[in-house]
């Protein structure tokens, strides 16, 4: 999203005239690095607006950052946005967004002074309000950007921003979409759901994945199909070259599966899950090749003979052993040693 203007002439319009834009319903992150504003940086663990929140005794603290993002949201806008009037009409927004979730954030800290109020209990949901605005910028400047070039585009925000009751996560997403002609509209969705669940409890930063399938089965794509910087290839381009890979070309959703248990996330297993059952076809397509096929993911394809197709690791990597001659003939051993592995926060390879 962070090279919008590459993505809107590859992705969003292209070759495409008149009919040929529509039927099609975009998920879209958010900038690149306002994630990590918002929350805390992904790999440094730099604090942002809501680490800072969930520690800091003074407002100042995550005041300041809060500002930050503001700022960094209304230079983004600028960068997009030459006219006057598409440039207010999205600073208006996202500032709007931002006062409210201060406010909130203020009240809420107030609200927790009291004894009978404790802030620990609210964090989840601080932290899904702040994720929203990422999303929620880029989703208004995309269906703003499509407008000005002539598009009749559409924002569902599946933010729940106005919402006064959350709804479970199917009837929010299968709701938000009821109605809306795709022939006729070029439909733009937050990537981020709010619902009664709480996508963030299971999934933390990998929630746009989830949404996007749940909005493929519920309005039932065709194909789903993910975008990304480069192709799945046959190893890391950033770690052997590009020169020295090839792009897969076709796969299936098992060979998804154990890439992901790896951490080389084609998509999220229970995104892929959902997709399997609803029987639709994915597409991992690079982002600015957009005449080349990509890889397919599908349920049931199976390779000529049998072959490596991918070669993907992990560092820091532990064997685990269990000797306890007391297990012999106890059926609740293993669910035991998966207790504590989970209580400890370890990633379970196999």
């Known amino acids: 999203m962070s090279r919008f203007d590459e993505v809107l002439n590859t992705i969003f ?21 306002m994630t990590n504003l918002l929350l805390e940086h992904k790999k440094s663990g730099e604090p942002g607006v809501y680490a800072r929140f969930a520690d800091a005794e003074s407002e100042d603290a995550w005041l300041d950052v809060l500002e930050q993002v503001r700022s960094a949201m209304l230079a983004k806008n600028a960068e997009l946005f030459s006219a006057d009037y598409e ?4 600073d208006r927004f996202i500032s709007g967004r931002i006062d409210d979730a201060r406010e909130c954030m203020r009240n809420l800290r107030q609200l927790c002074s009291y004894g009978h109020f404790q802030l620990g209990e609210h964090l989840m949901k601080v932290r899904e309000m702040l994720a929203s605005l990422g999303e929620a910028h880029s989703a208004f400047n995309t269906v703003l950007a499509l407008k000005k070039e002539g598009i009749n585009a559409r924002l569902v925000d599946l933010t729940g921003w106005d919402l006064q009751e959350p709804k479970n996560f199917r009837d929010m997403i299968k709701d938000s979409f009821a109605g809306i002609d795709f022939s006729k509209e070029l439909v733009v969705s937050t990537g981020y759901t709010h619902c009664s669940e709480g996508l963030m409890n299971t999934f933390d930063r990998g929630y746009s994945e989830i949404s996007f399938a749940e909005i493929a089965a519920a309005t039932g794509a065709r194909e789903a199909i993910i975008h990304k910087e480069y192709h799945l290839s046959s190893a890391d381009p950033n770690q052997v070259g590009v020169d020295k890979v090839v792009t897969i070309g076709r796969t299936n959703y098992d060979v998804a599966d154990q890439l992901s248990n790896l951490g080389m996330e084609a998509i999220h297993p229970r995104a892929a899950r959902t997709l399997r059952r609803a029987g639709i076809q994915l597409r991992i397509k690079n982002a600015f090749e957009p005449d080349h096929g990509g890889t397919t993911i599908s349920q049931n394809y199976c390779s000529e003979k049998p072959c490596v197709e991918i070669i993907a690791g ?15 003939g106890d059926v609740g051993y293993d669910i035991e040693i998966t207790r504590i592995l989970k209580q400890l926060k370890l990633y379970v390879v196999n």
């Open 314 to 328: 992990r560092k820091d990597v532990f064997g685990l052993e269990v000797f306890d001659q007391e297990m012999l």
């Open 13 to 33: 319009t292209g070759q495409r005239r008149n009919s040929e834009l529509y039927n099609r319903i975009f998920v879209v992150s958010a900038y690149g690095g």
């Open 87 to 90: 440039r207010r009409a999205a």
